[in-house]
């Protein structure tokens, strides 16, 4: 249809609201800024830092959170939450340890694909019976580390032969391990595939107003089911990661990751009513997180307090990034 | 309408001080200035209408009013004496508050609870609710505005234009703060309510005014000269004048608030003739029945504007929402061209032609922080793809090429839509369902709410271009006059169900009391 509309302009002030503010800016830098401040600060206080040896160790603690957080940044760019992420990454390392005697190469697609089924399950259950994603996956949470400890007879896993994931702990290039690189990889293709396709619009507006997306005629449900599915898949593929270094698998293997990978998320500054954030920003993140990690024992923190500081960064990160016109009653 | 107090125009003794008084108030944001000048006086036992276009600075003046937004510059006195305004809670201190756009009551809380919350006074002893001391007050407080409402019923059983009294009679209760006579600031009151409610308000009004000061906005001009005894206009954040409203019509004070002569042909009568063949109906609807309408019929024929009216609670609203998949049906059976139409889910309805502009814009029609192009191509993604990808560049042209079509004023296309007016906001909400070239059928609930009468006339010669062009519309009103002066048919609902159907042609239109008369 071609549609010879002629309406005449008014007048009136062409911009009513105001634009990002040099606050606002600075807000959205700062991971980055975060990062280059811990890195001088790090240095500074131990130059031995900014050796290969302990930059290796630290990519090497990063990839499994990178992609974890990666995962679970989807879910929360849709408004949403995903707490099971560790639990199912820590069944998913019982799996791949019982698997890969018989499954071999296979038995890494198969982990990656269990999980994603069950990611989706959590998804269908959040949109289908219309419960709080919060607490689909804290229920979730429970019954993945429950289900690990059966299956694994709550005990640790032996890997005798890793040779079929064995090949994550090779570098790249001779400096950089590739498991950081399939990380990155996880981050620019998901990236990508979201940016060249609708799906960019379709999850930001879901985050953002999930009515006005719904009477936009976007599938809302199925974004939602999807990202839950690819927040899954990349728990499981974090799980291989942390095989590949223990060289077995364990039920609470990946628990402690939990706190880490919300934190890298918060900290890359993702908004967690959703619609704001990127993948990019949860890398970032899950890159000062690391380095917290790592560099609190140089400066001679016990490990006993990094506790309270994830507790602590997360709070002030989302009290930097939360967009209050959208919640106007914070529960 | 029936008036049962005289609009006392000339009073006894005029008081001599000001209720309220404003002098050279200024408030920047940001990039807008917002009140660039405003002097306002409230007199004593006066009704003083508000008007202006949308950004012409009423809200910020009003905010200020009542503390909750601090001028750059300018002073405010009450009685003569020169306050300062730093919260809500000063501005009751000194007798001024406010009844607001959106209802500030507890839904699960009585009507009595609702009334002195926050200032319960003797209705709290020792931390205890004393249930007796509060109804008293309570009724006292209804009593003042000669309300029958029950202070024990639970708020959310209240009818909207009941809930609205009894913001009316919780704002009075800064009488026994200030220990004088109020100043009652009623922020749109009307913009929600039915005729027959707005009557009551009226009636309310004027009885506030035996021992109170009313500062009473709305858009609708004809009823700020109904209820008001002067009116003062804001341009642009300034004071323009103001007048005693006899002797005044609605194009007068519309003249003042754009600065020049309103149009006459403001709902752009059809020109185009239509053919009266009366081939089958685009959009037929049989027997359709939903939570709050039943046994529904309705045909509505390409190039038709049907209006569907009604008042609160008449189903009109769900059933909207119901032909665009968007709220459960029971029963019955819709074709769009002949074909069944999906109404299980938005999506089905959206690929079949239909498109529908919500009601709540800011929180249904547009995702605020996304860009207007990107808000624009949210449904109809193929028009911007290439396969599956998109392409920055087809979507680029198309946005730019409908921003031009529809004027819209924007800095570019990369602009958040929540930056943009009102009217411009909601020409990219309509250009979302253009942009695919499919439409068919247009669902439009309250497309002018909240638009100045300039955006309004904008989106009325919009859609008109649209059902000259084929496009069937349903249309769900602002005002039973909007509803007259565009449709080709009037669909009266009354409690679900369709109660008349009235011709509207133009040239031979109903008159607003024939239809009111079926919607009861």
């Known amino acids: ?331 | 309408m029936s008036i049962d107090f005289d609009k006392q125009v000339e009073r006894t003794a005029p008081a001599r001080v000001p209720a309220l008084e404003v002098r050279g108030l200024v408030k920047h944001y940001p990039g807008v200035k917002a009140l660039d000048g405003v002097d306002l006086v409230v007199h004593q036992h006066e009704v003083l209408g508000l008007a202006g276009e949308n950004g012409a600075g009423k809200s910020t003046l009003l905010k200020t009013l009542v503390g909750l937004v601090k001028p750059d510059h300018g002073e405010i006195y009450v009685r003569g004496e020169r306050v300062r305004l730093r919260s809500i809670v000063e501005a009751a201190d000194h007798g001024i508050g406010m009844v607001f756009q959106e209802q500030s009551l507890v839904p699960n809380l009585t009507a009595a609870e609702n009334i002195v919350l926050g200032s319960e006074g003797p209705g709290v002893r020792r931390g205890i609710y004393r249930w007796d001391a509060m109804r008293r007050l309570a009724q006292e407080q209804l009593d003042k505005i000669a309300s029958h409402i029950d202070p024990l019923a639970r708020t959310d059983t209240l009818s909207f234009a009941d809930r609205q009294m009894v913001e009316i009679a919780k704002v009075l209760r800064i009488e026994q703060r200030s220990q004088h006579p109020p100043v009652v600031i009623l922020d749109e009151p009307t913009s929600v309510l039915e005729s027959k409610e707005i009557e009551t308000l009226f009636t309310q009004v004027r009885r506030l005014r035996e021992f109170a000061s009313v500062v009473f906005v709305s858009h609708r001009l004809d009823e700020i000269l109904d209820v008001c005894d002067r009116v003062a206009v804001l341009r642009n954040g300034e004071s323009v004048g103001e007048v005693q409203v006899a002797g005044t019509v609605p194009a007068d004070l519309h003249r003042m608030m754009i600065g020049s002569t309103g149009s006459d042909d403001h709902y752009h009568d059809n020109v185009v003739e239509r053919s009266d063949e009366a081939p089958a109906p685009r959009l037929t609807v049989r027997r359709l029945s939903g939570r709050t309408f039943r046994d529904v019929d309705l045909d509505v024929h390409a190039g038709e504007i049907v209006a569907v009216v009604g008042v609160h609670g008449s189903g009109r609203e769900d059933l909207c929402r119901a032909l665009f998949g968007a709220e459960p049906t029971t029963a019955g059976e819709v074709t769009l061209d002949g074909k069944p139409l999906d109404l299980s889910g938005t999506r089905a309805a959206c690929a079949a032609g239909v498109g529908y502009v919500p009601a709540e814009r800011k929180v249904e029609g547009m995702v605020g922080p996304m860009s207007v192009a990107d808000n624009m191509t949210l449904t109809k993604q193929k028009a911007r793809c290439s396969g599956p990808l998109v392409s920055p560049r087809k979507q680029a042209s198309l946005v730019d090429r409908w921003i031009d079509r529809l004027s819209i004023r924007t800095p570019n296309r990369g602009t958040a839509i929540q930056r943009l007016s009102g009217g411009n906001q909601q020409k990219v909400v309509l250009a979302r369902w253009l942009v695919g070239g499919d439409i068919r059928l247009l669902l439009l609930d309250h497309p002018t709410r909240g638009l100045d009468i300039g955006a309004r006339s904008e989106v009325y010669r919009l859609m008109r271009e649209l059902s000259n062009n084929g496009v069937a519309t349903v249309l769900l009103a602002d005002s039973l006059e909007e509803a007259i002066g565009l449709a080709d048919r009037i669909v009266v609902m009354s409690d679900g169900r369709v109660a008349t159907e009235v011709a509207c042609p133009a040239g031979a239109k109903p008159t607003p009391l024939d239809l009111v008369k079926e919607m009861v």
């Not at chain 1, 995903?82 to 697609?109: E, K, N």
């Not at chain 1, 400096?175 to 990380?183: E, L, R």
């Not at chain 1, 293709?189 to 999930?210: C, D, F, H, M, N």
């Not at chain 1, 900290?267 to 890398?283: D, E, K, N, P, Q």
Request: hydrophobic letters at 60%.
């Open chain 1, 1 to 331: 249809m071609s549609t010879p509309v002629t309406v005449k302009p008014m007048a009136e002030p062409v911009v009513v609201g105001r634009g990002p503010s040099l606050a606002d800016r600075l807000t959205s830098f700062m991971p980055v800024i975060a990062l280059l401040a811990l890195l001088t600060a790090l240095t500074i206080a131990d130059p031995d830092f900014l050796t290969r040896r302990s930059l290796t160790a630290a990519a090497f603690t990063a990839a499994p959170l990178i992609v974890l957080a990666a995962g679970a940044t989807l879910v929360v760019l849709c408004g949403g939450i995903d707490l099971s992420i560790a639990a199912m990454a820590s069944l998913s390392t019982v799996f791949l340890a019982l698997w890969l005697p018989d499954l071999g190469a296979f038995a890494t697609p198969a982990v990656i694909g269990v999980a994603a089924l069950f990611g989706a399950v959590q998804g269908a259950a959040h949109v289908l019976l219309r419960i709080p994603s919060f607490i689909v996956t804290l229920g979730g949470m429970s019954i993945f580390s429950a289900v690990a400890l059966v299956v694994s007879d709550a005990g640790t896993v032996p890997v005798v032969d890793d040779s079929a994931i064995s090949w994550l702990n090779l570098y790249v290039a001779t400096y950089i391990p590739m498991s950081v690189a399939v990380a990155v990889i996880v981050v620019v293709a998901i990236s990508l595939v979201i940016k060249a396709t609708p799906l960019q619009s379709w999850v930001r507006a879901t985050g953002y107003s999930e009515s006005a997306a719904r009477l936009a005629g976007i599938p809302v449900d199925l974004v939602k089911i999807g990202a839950f599915c690819v927040s899954g898949a990349c728990a499981g593929l974090a799980a291989v990661m942390l095989v590949s270094r223990n060289f077995s698998g364990n039920p609470s293997m990946a628990d402690n990751l939990l706190l880490p990978a919300v934190a890298a998320i918060v900290v890359g500054g993702t908004a967690i009513t959703g619609g704001h954030g990127s993948l990019w920003r949860s890398l970032t993140g899950a890159l000062v997180v690391t380095l917290l990690r790592v560099g609190l024992p140089i400066v001679g923190v016990p490990s006993a307090w990094e506790q309270i500081l994830y507790g602590a960064i997360i709070v002030a990160a989302v009290a930097l990034t939360l967009d209050r016109s959208k919640v106007l009653i914070i529960k």
